[in-house]
Nanobody, 125 residues
């Protein structure tokens, strides 16, 4: 049974930083793609970033390029999202997810089979 557990969310002032973590278990993730998504109140879930399990390839939504960085630690079965220069519009619940079909990174939520419970990120102005 695949489990994804996010952590690291919280309240931060605009311009600040947070590092989200996603601990994955229950499967051999060797060829999977890990994605980060977010969902703000009243809005659809949207793609933030993705990374191949070997860490060779990453992808970002235009809105976060240059501010967010995704990384992976295979030994810990964990994926991270470093978020810098946060803005109030980045306030959302952030989710990690697994696409077991592998590369390429797909920005559509329906491409991902497993999801974590989410972690709240709130950026105050």
């Amino acid at each position: 049974q695949v489990q994804l557990v996010e952590s690291g969310g919280g309240l931060v002032q605009a311009g600040g930083s947070l590092r989200l973590s996603c601990a994955a278990s229950g499967r051999r993730f060797s060829s999977d793609v890990m994605g980060w998504f977010r969902q703000a109140p009243g809005k659809e879930r949207e793609f933030v970033s993705g990374i191949s399990w070997n860490g060779d390839t990453t992808q970002y939504a235009d809105a976060v390029k240059g501010r967010f960085a995704v990384s992976i630690d295979n030994a810990k079965n964990s994926v991270y999202l470093q978020m810098n220069s946060l803005k109030p519009e980045n306030t959302a619940v952030y989710y990690c997810a697994v696409d077991t079909t592998g590369w390429p990174v797909l920005p559509t939520p329906r491409s991902y089979e497993y999801w974590g419970q989410g972690t709240q990120v709130t950026v105050s102005s």
